[in-house]
């Protein structure tokens, strides 16, 4: 299949702004998996030292439909040349919440990260998930892996 016939799945999910400064989660390529969501920061840029976290505020809620969750990511550049990334990667918004998009950031880095307003600092991938039920039982079927946990498969 070449990309040119691929079809994609489409959604869309309801944005609303809450900051007029705001940017929307948008794609900044054809094919690009994720919006890149941007610090909403008016009223000045925010520091955060190395091996700390700040909650960076986008400026805006969103409804995600039902059966669908948003997975917040880091951006790659931001994780390999800065050492910044997400502390609950990825994290997820729910399709039942309603309030104002967070991103929360964590410095790996060595020196001080600014965050300035408008900076793209997460990208979002909205993906369907399947709702289950825990059901309580006496016992599980077998495995050849069984009980082995981290590391029992091998390198």
């Known amino acids: 299949m070449t990309t040119e016939s691929a079809i ?8 609303k702004r809450l900051n007029e400064h705001a940017t ?13 969501l941007a610090a909403c920061l008016p009223d000045g840029p925010i520091q955060i030292a190395p091996r700390s976290i700040a ?3 986008c400026g805006f809620a969103m409804a995600v439909p039902v059966g669908f969750e948003a997975q917040v990511r880091p951006r790659s550049g931001l994780s390999c ?31 001080v990260f600014t965050v300035e307003h408008q900076m793209r600092i997460a990208q979002m991938v909205i993906a369907p998930v399947v709702l289950a039920d825990a059901v309580e039982v006496d016992s599980l079927d077998e495995t050849p892996r069984g009980t082995g946990g981290f590391g029992s498969t091998g390198l």
Do not use: C, Q, W
Request: charged share 15%.
């Open 55 to 57: 909650m960076i505020p």
């Open 81 to 111: 040349k800065h050492g910044m990334t997400l502390p609950n990667s990825p994290g997820t918004i729910d399709s039942d919440y309603r309030g104002e998009v967070f991103v929360p950031l964590i410095n790996h880095g060595a020196e």
């Open 24 to 36: 929307l989660p948008s794609r900044h390529s054809a094919h690009a998996a994720g919006m890149d």
């Open 8 to 15: 994609a799945a489409t959604t869309s999910i309801s944005v």
